[in-house]
């Protein structure tokens, strides 16, 4: 490295540290994100420069839904084997997140010692990603449906991933989510190894295919696929009676492995996670130890008490996500386990500025299953009217449902936890600006 590289990239690291330290002294979030916007300015090669100082191998985590959860359980379960890890633990997907990361774990002159980096990363941002990194693993969640505004179909999406991934390595491994058809198809497509996690529980199907489904056609000929039984959304055993396009062989048995946190998809985030740990070399009674004590990431499926109320936060950011939710929430409802719902509608830049996607959620089964519903938001309207339409097309089956509209959100969250009973749970389901919100005022923090 040239002296002067070695100067400016000095610079660009006391620089973010400095920011860190200014912004987290005065309590204006977590210092996530501005760091790795100013170092990079200072800096424009930074980004490769941290990724070649990563011992033992980069992992990114890609995908519409999952994220967060997925990398911070795969972080628990490499730290108790007594690896160090470098995380962008806040979830800040973005570049200038995963260099404010990397930053956060290097000493004054940019030298960073970290034997694994596991990076969540936008699933728009993976291509501007693999220009600066040779990651050892790439692991796909799943695609679905989200924020159309910035980043188009689902097959868009798939096909800028196909021709980023070509050109890395045979090494680099590939794990992808075998109930996508989508990403079956893009794993089929790679030249690299592949290998497949997936669901084999039919006792977990759903009744009907969602109206929120995203992907049902065959991606090789676009023929209709022929679905055994689906999990969530257009996750599911499928094949093509077209063409020999079927769900590929996964590498080990679901049923094995066990579930902490609520939700079919944290049976997809647990199974993401154990899978890679094993390609690691973790053995799996290592991985089943860790999972028996995982503790959800913040705002997925994280379980508050505040005023002396049980608060449990599911992040509903999409059409997928929020039918999921739903689903979990309606579980409880029927065990006699929550009767509220706090339900938090923003159109902010990190929410996707198009809310037309919640008419594609199926709320009518939340109001269908009674209680107390209420919203607010920056769009509180939109969402009491996608309710009040809901209502209005059930007419009078289901249960009695409380519908309350309040803009101001601590009104609304107070009025939440003033009707929650103290043996119960309230759930509150923000997109993500608005969870960021209301668990500054849950907690008297924020994330930035």
Not at 371 to 390: E, F, P, Q, W
């Amino acid at each position: 490295m040239q002296i002067l590289d070695r100067l400016r990239l000095g610079l660009a690291v006391a620089t973010a540290k400095l920011v860190t330290a200014i912004v987290k002294g005065l309590k204006l979030g977590a210092a996530s994100v501005l760091p790795g916007e100013i170092s990079r300015r200072l800096h424009p090669r930074l980004l490769p420069l941290l990724f070649e100082q990563v011992n033992k191998g980069v992992i990114l985590i890609v995908g519409t839904n999952g994220k967060t959860t997925t990398s911070l359980l795969l972080r628990t379960i490499l730290e108790n084997q007594e690896q160090k890890v470098t995380h962008n633990a806040t979830g800040a997907n973005l570049i200038n997140g995963l260099i404010t990361a990397l930053l956060a774990d290097t000493n004054l002159i940019g030298r960073l010692t970290t034997d694994y980096a596991i990076l969540e990363v936008d699933e728009n941002v993976l291509p501007l990603v693999l220009k600066d990194c040779t990651p050892q693993y790439i692991l796909g969640l799943n695609l679905f449906r989200d924020q159309l505004d910035r980043y188009g179909e689902v097959d868009t999406i798939s096909y800028r991933w196909q021709q980023a991934i070509n050109p890395l390595p045979q090494e680099s491994k590939i794990i992808l989510n075998a109930d996508d058809p989508t990403l079956a198809y893009l794993g089929q497509n790679l030249s690299q190894n592949v290998v497949y996690f997936g669901l084999n529980e039919p006792e977990l199907y759903l009744e009907t295919i969602p109206h929120a489904v995203d992907s049902i056609y065959c991606p090789s000929c676009g023929h209709l696929l022929d679905y055994k039984g689906v999990y969530l959304s257009h996750l599911g055993d499928y094949t093509c009676p077209s063409c020999d396009f079927s769900k590929p062989k996964l590498m080990l048995n679901s049923s094995d492995w066990g579930q902490i946190l609520i939700g079919v998809y944290n049976k997809y985030n647990t199974l993401a996670a154990g899978v890679l740990s094993l390609e690691i070399g973790v053995k799996q009674a290592a991985i089943n130890e860790t999972i028996r004590s995982f503790k959800a990431a913040f705002g997925r499926a994280e379980e508050l008490t505040v005023q002396g109320k049980h608060i449990r936060i599911l992040l509903s950011k999409n059409p997928v996500g929020m039918n999921e939710t739903i689903r979990a929430v309606n579980t409880l409802k029927k065990q006699g386990k929550s009767s509220t719902s706090l339900i938090l509608l923003n159109d902010r830049t990190p929410d996707g500025t198009d809310v037309s996607w919640i008419w594609d959620v199926d709320t009518e089964t939340l109001v269908k299953s009674g209680g107390t519903i209420i919203v607010s938001g920056d769009r509180t309207y939109d969402m009491a009217l996608r309710l009040k339409y809901s209502q209005d097309s059930l007419g009078d089956a289901g249960s009695p449902v409380n519908l309350v509209i309040e803009e101001n959100l601590s009104k609304a969250l107070q009025t939440a936890l003033d009707g929650t009973p103290s043996h119960e749970t309230l759930h509150i389901l923000p997109t993500y600006s608005a969870m960021l919100e209301v668990r500054k005022l849950l907690t008297g923090r924020q994330i930035l």
